[in-house]
């Protein structure tokens, strides 16, 4: 019993961490106009950076311009040049043929299209899996056996979406082009997103265990799972959302 009540404390602690994460605040930006829309000035709110410094934007629709191409943006910015185009060397005589540069681009197209589908997959795991740790904690407190079982068949549908939504992810982030003071927030999303399917396998390999044998330590290894999932999609649902929508996107 003793056991049962800490497992519930800490399901439910992790539950509170997930929805209070701290916002992630950038410096003043360096600009005080819009370089995608130039006639709208800049909103400290919505921001990214570029080389180590802050730009500074108008809208969050801004922020997914300018960190899907910033190099068309720059020349609206102060203190920065287009970069130089390189010099001609024997490389450059090789040139791809058309059907090369159509196949090419087909085929990255494609890629980025079905990348897409990523943003709407991830509300499966993110829904399915949160409200599986509430009924979880909510059977365990109450002793309602209704309430878990229903919790754990929530948490293997949502179990299951993430693995599209992890591989469609892996995608995404190989069509993107974020700037180099961003690779490392989206590295860090990739791999707390890989974190998720991952935890979910042992999840259900734990609850096939316990109801197959009834094993205390196989219901203690799921709750364990639950609770760390209950931290990670979260946090990597937080990160993702910096990558969109630009550092302060969580600023009250």
Request: proline content about 7%; hydrophobic content about 45%.
């Amino acid at each position: 019993m003793a056991t049962k009540m800490k497992v519930s404390r800490a399901l439910f602690l992790a539950m509170a961490l997930g929805f209070v994460l701290p916002p992630v605040r950038a410096g003043a930006p360096i600009n005080e106009w819009c370089p995608v829309t130039p006639e709208e000035p800049a909103d400290p709110f919505f921001t990214t950076t570029y080389e180590g410094k802050t730009i500074g934007l108008c809208c969050r629709s801004c922020v997914r311009s300018f960190n899907a191409d910033p190099r068309a943006y720059l020349a609206n910015l102060p203190g920065f040049l287009e970069a130089d185009t390189p010099s001609p060397s024997e490389d450059t005589d090789i040139k791809p043929t058309r059907s090369d540069r159509q196949e090419k681009d087909i085929s990255r197209r494609f890629q980025g299209w079905i990348g897409s589908f990523h943003v709407l997959s991830i509300h499966f795991p993110i829904a399915l899996i949160m409200v599986s740790g509430l009924l979880e904690l909510a059977g365990a407190l109450r002793g309602r056996g209704a309430w878990t079982q229903s919790a754990r068949t929530v948490y293997v549908l949502g179990s299951l979406s993430a693995y599209p939504a992890a591989i469609l992810g892996w995608i995404s982030a190989g069509q993107s082009h974020y700037p180099d003071t961003l690779r490392q927030t989206l590295e860090i999303h990739r791999w707390f997103g890989t974190a998720v399917p991952v935890l979910a396998t042992i999840g259900l390999l734990a609850l096939f265990q316990f109801h197959r044998k009834k094993s205390k330590k196989s219901l203690l290894l799921f709750r364990i799972t639950l609770f760390l999932m209950v931290i990670v999609i979260p946090v990597t649902a937080h990160v993702g959302g910096t990558l969109v929508h630009g550092l302060n996107y969580f600023s009250f």
